[in-house]
Each structure stands twice: as C-alpha cells, then as structure tokens.
C-alpha cells in the first residue's frame, strides 16, 4: 500500500478508507442471499473487536462502488511494487495459502519470521470477491 502515495488519484482513495499509517490490513468479507442478513454478521464482528480492545480501526463498507475503490486501491498497490526498478521490486512466491481464521496470526508470524531470516519484506493481498466488506 505504500506505493498508492505516488500516485495523486490512489492517494486520495488510501486516505479515504485508511486512517494514519498502519503497518498491516485487512479486509474482512460476508457474504448472504440478502443485503440484510450482512447487517448481524457485521454488527457480531464489530463487537467481538471492541470486547478484545484491540485498539485496531476498522470501518464497514456495503456500498458496491466503495468496495470497488478498496479493491482498486490493492490491485493497483500491486501493480506498483512489482513495477519497481531493480532487484527491490516485489515478485509473487506464496500464493493461494488458506489458513482457518483462529491460526492465521500464528501463519503470519510465522511467516514474517522466516522472511526476515532471509533479510528481506512481504506484502500479503487477497483477490476481490463482492459482499459486504469490513
């Protein structure tokens, strides 16, 4: 995401959905047969992050054309840093992993961990799918 800052448009769409700087996101999708049904899994999860006090920001986002910008603004996050100039340009090498959501902090420490031994960074991204997106 780091890279949408030199670009004007893409800019103006991180500050929009993102607040400050954080060092990670993640986007949470639902799915239903209908609209309304989102609204209680929705609500379920924005109070299970505020009983946690995990002070993460979040926001939720039912709009198609919203939804659509937070998934312009990653899809176009990666196409600027595999763009990049030099052997600092970001390549795909792990791809298509699923992880059940209670594990995944373990994964992605992990993961992180065995990047840095080898002295270099990840960027994690997930394909768009529609639903209600938080």
């Known amino acids: ?23 990670s996101i993640l986007c949470v999708e639902f799915y239903a ?9 929705l609500k379920a999860l924005e109070d299970d992050l505020r009983s946690r006090k995990f002070g ?10 919203s939804q659509a910008k937070i998934w ?11 763009a990049m100039k030099g052997d600092a340009k970001s390549i795909s090498f792990v791809e298509d992993t699923a992880v059940a959501p ?15 031994r080898h002295g270099t960074t990840a960027g994690f991204t997930r394909m768009p799918q529609w639903g209600a997106c938080m």
């Open 72 to 82: 312009s603004l990653r899809e176009n996050s990666l196409g600027l840093s595999m």
């Open 1 to 23: 995401m780091d890279y949408t800052r030199q670009n004007a448009a893409l800019d103006r769409i991180r500050n929009t959905f993102i607040e400050g700087d954080p060092a």
């Open 56 to 65: 993460y920001a979040y926001r939720t986002e039912i709009d198609p054309a």
């Open 33 to 41: 047969d209908r609209q309304e049904d989102l609204s209680p899994r």
């Open 102 to 116: 209670e594990k995944l902090r373990d994964y992605i420490d992990r993961f992180l961990q065995i990047i840095h």
